[in-house]
């Protein structure tokens, strides 16, 4: 049994996504395919377009065998988090062969020298980043000229390395490659080159476009535009959501309650966040008392030291009031549950599978959770519901009892196999 695991956003599951699960199944032979996805919230630190339920059956129907949830904990930090729970737990599921992720460069070589890099920090590159940092730089900044340095000395000069850096798909792959290295795994890491424009462009010019594109067309409600770059699929459940919730759900949608908080939370409070270090409080809670509008508080309160990405990461932990001692202690090595969003039937035969080779607790319907003797799992679980009951309460749909729906509803079951 050749399983290749996938860790992923699909926000929603667009042409993309398809070409990576089909590709990775291809160059890996994997018969079965298993995503770890965002739930309520995403890395980039906003609400989820669609609910979590909503793109599990989209990842189902596109031919993922098995959907599992990665917790909110680790869903809303900086990259090097959101990877250390996705890698930790396809780990701990005990039956994965592969890890499949797209990334700008498209070859393994130059990630890896960049991720045992870090993890190892020979001294010289130590000496190296102390140097940047103390002339100011951020760590990112710092990271990426010592390292470019430290390669260049040592006669890496194949790859451009600068480059590599700045691009988000392969900063996350190095991620990645980080903690399987630190884990010593056996998953056999492969990737290759993304399809289609950049993560940021707004357009959709082919069949296969940004995430991001996808979004702002489905907040346009240009929907015939959208329906290019899905999948039949997708583009048919999309319609069944807008159906049903009449809205898709935006930061936006939180505008008010996030100034409250920044309005009314101390300093102490606030520098205790993920992402939060000294003088950035200053800069949220003033820009929190200037402007009325949570956008113009973000761009406002981002520079290159503090990115946008960041400022809205910090902004979902306030939500969430997911701060660093919280995080410090649910962190673990190994994630201590399996949330189960979505299956077809070779995801259940994977389910059986993960129970004979992992001892870790799976959560089918949710209150399985309360028959687990342990307060750790009750905690981070429940912060997944909270998310949950939050995202419905940004959607605004009035009508509908958008509460504990955690409790309510079921893992998406497909009788297709692929």
Not at 115 to 120: G, I, R, S, T
Not at 223 to 239: D, G, H, R, Y
Not at 247 to 264: A, E, G, M, P, Q
Request: no cysteine; hydrophobic share 40%.
């Amino acid at each position: 049994m050749k399983v290749v695991g996938l860790i992923a956003e699909y926000n929603p599951f667009h042409n993309g996504h398809l070409y990576h699960l089909e590709k990775s199944k291809e160059i890996t032979g994997s018969k079965y395919s298993i995503a770890i996805i965002s739930g309520s919230f995403v890395q980039r630190g906003e609400p989820s377009f669609i609910d979590k339920w909503t793109k599990a059956k989209m990842a189902i129907e596109n031919g993922i065998d098995l959907v599992i949830e990665l917790p909110i904990i680790y869903t809303v930090q900086s990259a090097e988090l959101f990877a250390l729970g996705g890698i930790n737990l396809l780990e701990s599921l005990g039956i994965v062969n592969y890890i499949s992720f797209g990334s700008e460069i498209g070859i393994l070589e130059p990630l890896n020298l960049l991720a045992k890099l870090f993890v190892e920090e020979p001294n010289e590159y130590k000496v190296l980043l102390k140097q940047y940092l103390e002339k100011g730089l951020s760590f990112p900044m710092a990271r990426s000229k010592s390292s470019v340095e430290f390669l260049q000395n040592r006669g890496f000069s194949k790859y451009n390395f600068k480059d590599i850096l700045k691009s988000p798909n392969n900063i996350l792959a190095i991620e990645y490659l980080k903690i399987l290295y630190k884990l010593n795994s056996d998953i056999i890491p492969i990737t290759f080159s993304r399809q289609g424009t950049g993560y940021k462009d707004e357009h959709i010019t082919n069949t296969i476009a940004s995430a991001t594109a996808i979004r702002k067309k489905g907040f346009e409600n240009e929907f015939n535009v959208m329906k290019n770059a899905l999948p039949p699929t997708s583009f048919n459940i999309l319609k069944e959501y807008i159906d049903k919730y009449n809205s898709f759900n935006k930061l936006d949608n939180y505008s008010k309650i996030l100034v409250y908080l920044l309005r009314t939370v101390n300093k102490e409070k606030l520098l205790q966040l993920m992402d939060v270090e000294t003088g950035l409080e200053n800069r949220l809670i003033n820009f929190g008392l200037k402007y009325n509008d949570i956008n113009l508080i973000i761009n406002s309160t981002a520079t290159k030291r503090y990115p946008k990405t960041r400022i809205q990461r910090i902004l979902i932990n306030l939500l969430l009031y997911i701060n660093k001692i919280t995080f410090n202690r649910l962190n673990n090595p190994y994630s201590r549950y399996i949330r189960v969003l979505g299956m077809n039937q070779n995801g259940m035969l994977l389910l059986r599978e993960i129970k004979r080779n992992s001892n870790i607790p799976v959560i089918n319907r949710f209150t399985d959770y309360n028959q687990y003797n342990n307060s750790y799992l009750q905690e981070m679980i429940l912060y997944d519901k909270i998310a949950t009951d939050l995202f419905f309460l940004g959607l605004g749909s009035e009508q509908l009892n958008s509460g504990n729906k955690d409790f309510t509803t079921s893992p998406y079951i497909s009788k297709n196999t692929w």
